[in-house]
């Protein structure tokens, strides 16, 4: 989202010209797979942390051009809206002590950032959505100073053709009849990158799908929106309407949304870049001056750029990338499905837990995926964003008797009785150090063991300063975050933190 464009409205008027590219794209694609032209095995890993500013009350504050003008680091970006930042943690190879490394890199890191943001009237926030933001701090005037915005959002309502609205039906309910594409800049993610060899892709992205939705169970931090208690983790569904091409009518015919679960397991990243072509209109039909046929042919890495652009505006929860460092093309999976937050504790528990599970799953004789339905993992996935860590997930049954049938399941009971001895063999098998391994695991078991994660800690404590101290909800939702703050500051996982 961040790359930014210099484009006028007669580029993006040659459509034809850019499916053609697309198509080449795909072709030397499918070229470059089945000739081998990528790197070699390297267990290479990376992550982004999308950000929220607030100012020392909780509120939102619309400074990021001047926050990263203080930061001055090019590890620092923008986004969407003018109370986001992103944070970009270079990439490297899983094992040893990478995660306790990159807690360290990444407390630091953000421990700078919020100092250097205080000069500019802010404070970072790591959370999904900043539970102070209210729909007037989304208008188009919080949009980032960015081409590639402005034109996203005029490119998604005309291909709408008529105002964005927000339907979400929670805890409370929250009915919005227009806002702009900004609203979606309220969800703030972790984005896990895994590189991987095109033999390995479609494993590995069929189990990151099958376990998004445990992901999202446990690392829920999303509960309220415009002052609204909705979904544990409302993300996906605010960000599939608010970022919706489609009219009612178009949803009625089964036309396929740009925020997509998916609909079946893959056999390559090919089969993922030729959906995109094949389902999805482009929103920023842009062309590059390369030809990657002649690249190819010439010996070289082509960079596939449209390919890269259009795959870049749509929003699946484990999306393929193609890419090219140090002159040398590569693939990875970015898992894409988790909130921000709640502390960089929390955050690389989360990863442990991810890159841990699907290095197992990835190479299981039988792999879940042959046995769990993809509608069913479509279903658990809204289920988990829905009910948070006290989600039933259906899972496959274990033994013959169960061959091709799932059973509802705890999330929980799932984590700690089959996915967690998982996830330590995965990162055993990772090379990981024990002690590192057992502290972030640590973590998730003891989310499990309380049932708290960020999602269940902010009701709790709007909840009790409600009942206990005759809050308001603008107030207590106010309160609470600077809690939140306060803790989020400490370091501490999330599931140690006292309610109220």
Known sequence: MGEKVAATRAELSDRQLYRRKLQSCLDVLERMLREGRFDRPRAMMGLEIELNLADEQGMPVMRNSQVLESIASADFQTELGRFNIEVNVAPRRLGGHVLEEL??????????????????GARIVMVGILPTLDLDHTGLDSMSHNNRYSLLSDQILAARGEDIALDIE???HLAVESVSMVAEAAATSLQLHLQVTPEKFAPVWNAAQAVSACQVALGANSPFLF?????RETRPVLFQQACDTRSAELKAQGVRPITWFGERWVDSALDLFAENLRYFPALLPICDDEDPVKVLASGGVPKLAEMRLHNGTIYRWNRPVYDVADGIAHLRVENRCLPAGPTVTDV??????????????????????TRLPFERAD???????RHGIDAVLHWPRHGRAGRGGTAPTPVTELVLNELLPLAHQGLDEWGIEPADRDRYLGV??????RRTNGASWQAATVHRLREHFGMDRTAAIAAMTRRYVEYM????????????
Do not use: K, M
């Not at 807690?103 to 500019?120: I, K």
């Not at 998730?444 to 063991?449: G, N, T, Y």
């Open 227 to 231: 002052g609204r208690e909705l979904w």
């Open 348 to 369: 690389l528990a989360n990863a442990a837990f991810y890159y841990g599970l699907v290095r197992v799953l990835a190479e299981q004789s039988r792999p879940v995926w």
């Open 170 to 172: 929670g805890v409370e």
């Open 489 to 500: 500051r400490t370091g501490e996982p999330v599931h140690t933190w006292p309610v109220g």
């Open 379 to 385: 279903e658990n996935f809204h289920t988990a964003a």
């Open 444 to 449: 998730i078991e003891q989310r499990c063991l």
């Open 103 to 120: 807690r360290e890199e990444v407390d630091t890191c953000l421990r700078y950032a919020d100092r250097q943001a205080a000069e500019a």
